[in-house]
């Protein structure tokens, strides 16, 4: 069982940047592959960025590519994601997730999700 609670969301004007954190409870974290999703207002969740067990491969969508960068320090069992040139359509709820034998962008394989941080951007 995995408990991930994320933070660092918050209002921003187009341009800007903000960092999110997940924190990962449990002394398995370097098991987990993790990711970062996103749901925006009245649209499905997306799939934004995503990296392996041990952090040596990282994807992304086409849409966060070059502005996002995914990262993990499974000494402190935490993930982040650098978000930099944010725009108003990466307005969304972000969710963190975690998964022992899935790593890639399809939600329903992930099997621990956090609660969401929201991140709003300004035009």
């Known amino acids: 069982q995995v408990q991930l609670v994320e933070s660092g969301g918050g209002l921003v004007q187009a341009g800007g940047s903000l960092r999110l954190s997940c924190a990962a409870s449990?002394?398995?974290?370097?098991?987990?592959?993790m990711a970062w999703f996103r749901q925006a207002p009245g649209k499905e969740r997306e799939f934004a960025a995503g990296?392996?067990?041990?952090?040596?491969?990282?994807f992304y969508a086409d849409s966060v590519k070059g502005r996002f960068t995914i990262s993990r320090d499974n000494a402190k069992s935490t993930v982040y994601l650098q978000m930099n040139r944010l725009k108003p359509e990466d307005t969304a709820v972000y969710y963190c997730a975690a998964s022992r034998e899935y790593s890639g962008s399809l939600d329903f394989r992930y099997d621990y999700w956090g609660q969401g941080t929201q991140v709003s951007v300004s035009s």
């Open positions: 449990g002394r398995t974290f370097s098991s987990y592959a």
């Open positions: 990296i392996s067990w041990s952090g040596d491969s990282t």
